[in-house]
């Protein structure tokens, strides 16, 4: 006969309030992060979302792909937030009202139905549309789903390659902190300090009043956060001349994935995926000529605009682990830096925390200077047993699983102790979970 799998009452419960996150965040047509502190879509977040959507509904999961795919701009980009319009202007700062996507972004081919942010978040989306299909094949041809999202994901991929290779060296770059996902990293604090602040007076956050303000960044970070977010708008978010371009590792590993999956998305559609494969291969190369340092053993970001590495350990650095062409000993060198004192993986942590134990500006606390964070550690399981390494992969994803469950799915969490901070019943958490119980 068949087996059953019984998952027990622990994991049953677990999968029962994950899904009834997902269920309070969803708008109808898509998920919010979460209820309070960020009340519209995010990129990203969209992208984790569905790939733990598709295990409730894999209906829900592609239209909230196709949601977020309906705001990309006529040169690819897809920003980073598409906001809804009953929605309060003052429940989130940046608002519509500073993007201003309709009228600044008219020439880069912004959307004249949906207002959005002008920038971006890390390119997650291929392999989400991906991941999405094959949990339902069946409905996933019916509707049409990748017929109708391949070209707009390779627009996507087009735009990151071209438009964002800063650096000349075919990786592409970040042009604001919030691009790359991890805000207030402290990779971003040397190119940061070139940019001057806006000053705190013209501009009011709404962050603090859902947050605790030791858990988010500091008002300095905000003031160069809105003068590179308004010079951008500016120049009517056109690439090429902004104050900071940084080639990040996760960014770019998360491009390189993507690539993997629209070659097999290619595939399905009968397309040939043979050149999509090919540069997935090239672009590995290049992230390990420009971002690998051999002697720390993990991958550091490039500041275009010195040509030099930042030599901050943060995760990021770590992430490139989910690519299935890096060299082994690269591989190898990745998991011993996990294991070792910087991120304490098997140790003292919980969690694989977002930046180095060890390093001048750790805080368990703040933001992305030190706790640790759910979509991260997801992508770090990921790349373990990819690489064979079972045993670490298993005890990383038990304990992704308790901390998520004890925590009532917080945006981020203490590494050593793994208590909440942030927001609580944060989607991807809930998400993330639901993924890693399948
Ligand atoms: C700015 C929504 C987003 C995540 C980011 C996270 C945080 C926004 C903010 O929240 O950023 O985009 O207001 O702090 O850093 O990774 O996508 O969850």
């Known amino acids: 006969g068949t087996a059953v799998y019984d998952p027990g009452p622990a994991s049953r419960s677990l999968h029962l309030r994950a899904a009834r996150v997902l269920h309070d965040n969803w708008t109808g047509t898509s998920t919010v992060p979460s209820r309070g502190l960020y009340p519209h879509q995010w990129s990203w977040d969209s992208a984790f979302i569905a790939i733990g959507l598709r295990h409730l509904s894999p209906l829900r999961a592609q239209v909230e792909l196709e ?29 519509p009202d500073f993007w201003r996507s309709s009228t600044a972004g008219r020439a880069a081919g912004a959307p004249r139905t949906v207002q959005t942010s002008g920038i971006v978040q890390p390119p997650v989306h291929a392999l989400a549309a991906w991941l999405v299909h094959v949990a339902d094949p069946g409905l996933s041809r019916a509707r049409g789903f990748l017929s109708r999202l391949y070209p707009r994901l390779a627009a996507w991929h087009r735009y990151l390659l071209h438009r964002r290779d800063l650096g000349g060296g075919g990786l592409a770059s970040v042009v604001h902190p919030w691009e790359q996902g991890m805000d207030n990293a402290p990779s971003w604090d ?9 000053p705190p007076r013209t501009f009011r956050r709404a962050d603090l009043d859902h947050g605790a303000a030791s858990d988010r960044p500091t008002d300095l970070d905000y003031g160069r956060y809105v003068a590179l977010a308004s010079d951008y708008r500016d120049r009517e978010y056109v690439d090429g001349e902004g104050e900071f371009a940084v080639e990040d590792p996760a960014f770019n590993a ?3 994935a993507s690539e993997y999956a629209l ?11 043979t050149a999509r494969r090919a540069r997935a291969e090239r672009l590995t190369a290049a992230l390990v000529e420009r971002l690998w340092d051999p002697a720390e053993g993990m991958f550091f970001c490039r500041d275009v605009r010195t040509g030099e590495l930042i030599p901050e350990r943060g995760v990021a650095g770590l992430v490139p682990l989910l690519l299935p062409a890096l060299p082994r000993e690269i591989a190898d060198s990745l998991v011993r830096t996990l294991r070792g004192p910087h991120f304490g993986l098997g140790g003292a942590t919980r969690l694989v925390p977002s930046y180095d134990l060890t390093g001048e500006a750790f805080d368990p606390h703040r933001y992305w200077r030190g706790p640790a964070w759910f979509n991260t550690n997801w992508m770090l399981e990921r790349g373990l047993r990819l690489h ?17 469950g004890e925590s009532g799915f917080a945006e981020y969490v203490t590494p050593y102790s793994g208590k909440a901070c942030g927001a609580l019943g944060f989607s991807w958490t809930a998400a993330l979970t639901l993924d890693l119980l399948h």
């Not at 309906?70 to 920003?79: E, L, M, S």
């Not at 040397?190 to 806006?198: E, I, K, M, Q």
């Not at 070659?263 to 995926?273: H, P, V, Y």
């Not at 064979?388 to 998520?404: P, Y």
């Open 254 to 256: 998360l491009l390189i």
């Open 263 to 273: 070659a097999r998305i290619a595939q399905e559609l009968g397309a040939t995926a």
């Open 67 to 95: 949601t977020l795919l309906d705001a990309q701009w006529g040169d690819g980009r897809i920003p980073h937030i598409v906001f809804n319009p009953s929605v309060p202007l003052d429940a989130y700062f940046p608002s």
């Open 190 to 198: 040397a190119p940061l300090s070139r940019v001057t602040p806006a």
């Open 388 to 404: 064979g390494e079972q045993a670490l992969a298993g005890s990383l994803r038990a304990a992704l699983l308790d901390t998520a």
